[in-house]
Every structure is written in structure tokens, then in C-alpha cells.
């Protein structure tokens, strides 16, 4: 069984947004680039705001950016 995790689309996001750069969307949502790029390889789980400020940073809802799901990698 596979771990249990917080998954992204924010790589596929930036690069439909005219090709965002992760600093970019760092300094639209307030965090820094390294927590963009952890994010984007699963090594971090946002807060609940941050998830938030995210989507919003795409006009999507939150579950066109986020996903809940087990790693199937690990199984």
C-alpha cells in the first residue's frame, strides 16, 4: 500500500500560465521559491491557506490544483 498524500498540478499550471516561473508564483502567493519547488515534488503538504492562495494565483478551485490520493510509485 502506498503512502497517502497531497498531490499538484502547480508544474502544469505554471507552464499553462504563460510558462510561470516558480519564483513567480512564490512572490504572488507569499512564500518562497523553495517552497514552490517542494511543493512541486511532493515534499511538502501546503497549509490550508496556502492551498488556497495557490488556486486562487490560477482562478482555479481547489481541487483543479490539489489532489488527495495514495502514491501509487510506492506500492
Known sequence: ?????????????????NEMTQQQLADKVGVT??????LEKG???PSL??????ALAFNLPLEEVFFYGENSEER
Not at 1 to 17: C, W, Y
Not at 33 to 38: C, E, G, K, L, P
Not at 49 to 54: D, G, P, Q, S, Y
Open 33 to 38: 521559491r523553495q517552497t514552490i519547488v517542494a
Open 1 to 17: 500500500m502506498g503512502k497517502v498524500l497531497v498531490g499538484n498540478h502547480i508544474r502544469k499550471l505554471r507552464f499553462n500560465h
Open 43 to 45: 515534499n511538502y503538504s
Open 49 to 54: 491557506e496556502l492551498a488556497f492562495r495557490i
